[in-house]
């Protein structure tokens, strides 16, 4: 039986029609209030209760270490978690060496991941090199795969872990708290509204923007190789960016599980396919969502049987 999900809830009493007489709410995994995945996880929720009569609830947990095996074990429908997430726990490499997680599935690469280094705005912080020697925010245990990524990063500026003083927090919000309370000189997060708008209000922020010589890319796919170079725009929701600037980027997936049948998964699909200006306009990084990648664009692990016979249908 499902635990009982302590959640924000995002759905009232919609029954599901024809996909399932029994009302079935799904449960969607993220990490906590304030991150990326939450907020991708609550735009698509809203989608899947206001346009396809399927009721969601978001699940905050501490991580993807947290709610992954609740999702394998199908106590959770479905959630977020980056491309390296998804890959080494299906695989059971990295955290999950030894205990692989085979019935993670894919549902669709949601929009690039972007992440980077943030500072005040008045800081003399200016590149990654420069964090050479500053107090930066490091860890992330309920994050693993930032064991991979937050190195790929400082390797960008040609920095290792030993080259900045490590403040180890538990995840990414904290380590924006910290920042907020002086305890650290920058702060590792995704390039989202969220959390680092709302720390932009009491502190302006501005981004790192990753080298884009060839000599730092191949450093840092020597560490992460999913990962590429993408620029952010300036655009309202992202107040700490004022002009175009290079960051990390990496698939972001929606994923579920073998448990959830193919019926709801290729509702899902054309809903997600039909509802690309609804997800843009309830999350804005959610503009970058291309539909045309459902079942199709290569991120590592096997998509859902249903999502792969719904695109050969298409």
Same mark, same amino acid.
């Given at each position: 039986?499902?635990?009982? /999900?302590?959640?924000?809830?995002?759905?009232?009493?919609?029954?599901?029609?024809?996909?399932? #007489? *029994?009302?079935?709410?799904?449960?969607?995994?993220?990490?906590? @209030?304030?991150?990326?995945?939450?907020?991708?996880?609550?735009?698509?929720?809203? /989608?899947?209760? @206001?346009?396809?009569?399927?009721?969601?609830?978001?699940?905050?947990?501490?991580?993807?270490?947290?709610?992954?095996?609740?999702?394998?074990?199908?106590?959770?429908?479905?959630?977020?978690?980056?491309?390296? @997430?998804? *890959?080494? $726990?299906?695989?059971?490499?990295?955290?999950? @060496?030894?205990? #692989?997680?085979?019935?993670?599935?894919?549902?669709? #690469?949601?929009?690039?991941?972007?992440?980077?280094?943030?500072?005040? +705005?008045?800081?003399?912080?200016?590149?990654? $090199?420069?964090?050479?020697?500053?107090?930066?925010?490091?860890?992330?245990?309920?994050?693993?795969?930032?064991?991979? &990524?937050?190195?790929?990063?400082?390797?960008?500026?040609?920095?290792?872990?030993?080259?900045? &003083? *490590?403040?180890?927090?538990?995840?990414?919000?904290?380590?924006?708290?910290?920042?907020?309370?002086?305890?650290?000189?920058?702060?590792?997060?995704?390039?989202?509204?969220?959390?680092?708008?709302?720390?932009?209000?009491?502190?302006?922020?501005?981004? /790192? =923007?990753?080298?884009?010589?060839?000599?730092?890319? $191949?450093?840092?796919?020597?560490?992460?190789?999913?990962?590429?170079?993408?620029?952010?725009? =300036?655009? =309202?929701?992202?107040?700490? &960016?004022?002009?175009?600037? !290079?960051?990390?980027?990496?698939?972001?997936?929606?994923?579920? +599980?073998?448990?959830?049948?193919?019926?709801?998964?290729?509702?899902?699909?054309?809903? /997600?396919?039909?509802?690309?200006?609804?997800?843009?306009?309830?999350?804005?990084?959610?503009? $970058?969502?291309?539909?045309?990648?459902?079942?199709?664009?290569?991120?590592?692990? !096997?998509?859902?049987?249903? &999502?792969?016979?719904?695109? #050969?249908?298409?």
């Amino acid at each position: 039986m499902k635990r009982i /999900l302590l959640s924000t809830i995002l759905a009232g009493s919609v029954g599901l029609g024809a996909i399932s #007489a *029994q009302a079935q709410t799904f449960g969607f995994g993220t990490m906590g @209030e304030g991150t990326n995945s939450f907020s991708t996880a609550s735009a698509i929720a809203k /989608l899947m209760v @206001e346009g396809l009569d399927l009721q969601a609830r978001v699940q905050p947990t501490g991580g993807t270490t947290e709610f992954l095996p609740d999702l394998n074990s199908g106590d959770l429908d479905f959630g977020i978690a980056n491309a390296l @997430e998804a *890959q080494q $726990a299906f695989r059971g490499e990295g955290p999950w @060496e030894g205990n #692989a997680l085979e019935n993670i599935r894919v549902v669709a #690469a949601v929009a690039p991941l972007r992440v980077a280094m943030f500072v005040a +705005a008045d800081s003399d912080i200016n590149t990654i $090199a420069d964090l050479r020697g500053k107090r930066v925010t490091t860890g992330f245990p309920a994050i693993q795969t930032l064991s991979t &990524i937050f190195p790929a990063t400082l390797a960008n500026g040609g920095l290792t872990l030993d080259d900045i &003083i *490590q403040v180890p927090v538990p995840h990414v919000v904290p380590g924006a708290d910290a920042f907020l309370d002086g305890r650290v000189d920058a702060f590792f997060f995704a390039v989202v509204p969220s959390k680092p708008a709302q720390v932009h209000a009491s502190i302006p922020l501005k981004v /790192l =923007p990753f080298d884009t010589s060839p000599e730092a890319i $191949a450093r840092m796919q020597d560490i992460f190789d999913l990962a590429i170079i993408g620029t952010v725009q =300036p655009i =309202p929701p992202l107040p700490f &960016i004022s002009a175009p600037t !290079p960051v990390m980027e990496y698939p972001n997936l929606m994923i579920t +599980a073998t448990h959830v049948s193919d019926d709801v998964m290729a509702a899902l699909a054309t809903g /997600l396919a039909d509802g690309k200006d609804a997800l843009g306009a309830a999350y804005a990084p959610l503009r $970058a969502f291309n539909p045309a990648g459902i079942g199709s664009a290569d991120v590592g692990t !096997p998509y859902h049987d249903g &999502i792969t016979a719904w695109a #050969a249908s298409r």
